[in-house]
C-alpha cells in the first residue's frame, strides 16, 4: 500500500521559512515525479513545485519561484520543500503526491496517493 505522509508545516511570521517533508513508503518513484500542491477553503489545488524523484529535474509554481526549494533524498525516499520569504497569501494546506503519467503536468487531477496535507499559516 502506497502511502505519503506530510510533516513540517507551522504557523510563522510573516518573512520566516519552513521546510515541509513528504515521506513516502510502500515503493520507491524512481521514474516518477512527486509535486506539492497547496489549497485554500472553497478554492482548487494550486501546484506549487514538482520534482523527478531520479533525475532531480524541478519546476516551480509562479507565486513560489524564487522563494520555494523542492528537493529529494533518495535513500530516505523523502521530498522535501524548503520555503523561504513566506507571504501571508502561502497559507495553505500543503499536500504531496505522485505523477505517475507518461507526461509532466501541474493539474492535480493527474496525481495520485495524497497524503492527508499539513497546515501552514503565516501571520501578518
Known amino acids: 500500500q502506497v502511502q505519503l505522509v506530510e510533516s513540517g508545516g507551522g504557523l510563522v511570521q510573516a518573512g520566516a521559512s519552513l521546510r515541509l517533508s513528504c515521506a513516502a513508503s510502500?515503493?520507491?518513484?524512481?521514474?516518477?515525479?512527486v509535486g506539492w500542491f497547496r489549497q485554500t477553503p472553497g478554492k482548487e489545488r494550486e501546484f506549487v513545485a514538482r520534482?523527478?524523484?531520479?533525475?532531480?529535474?524541478?519546476y516551480y509554481g509562479d507565486s513560489v519561484k524564487g522563494r520555494f526549494t523542492i528537493s529529494r533524498d533518495n535513500a530516505k525516499n523523502t521530498v522535501y520543500l524548503q520555503m523561504n520569504n513566506l507571504k501571508p497569501e502561502d497559507t495553505a494546506v500543503y499536500y504531496c503526491?505522485?505523477?505517475?503519467?507518461?507526461?509532466?503536468?501541474?493539474?492535480?487531477?493527474?496525481?495520485?496517493?495524497w497524503g492527508q496535507g499539513t497546515q501552514v499559516t503565516v501571520s501578518s
Open positions: 520534482i523527478h524523484f531520479s533525475g532531480g529535474a524541478t
Open positions: 510502500g515503493r520507491t518513484f524512481n521514474s516518477y515525479y
Open positions: 503526491a505522485v505523477l505517475e503519467k507518461p507526461y509532466r503536468s501541474i493539474w492535480f487531477g493527474d496525481y495520485r496517493y
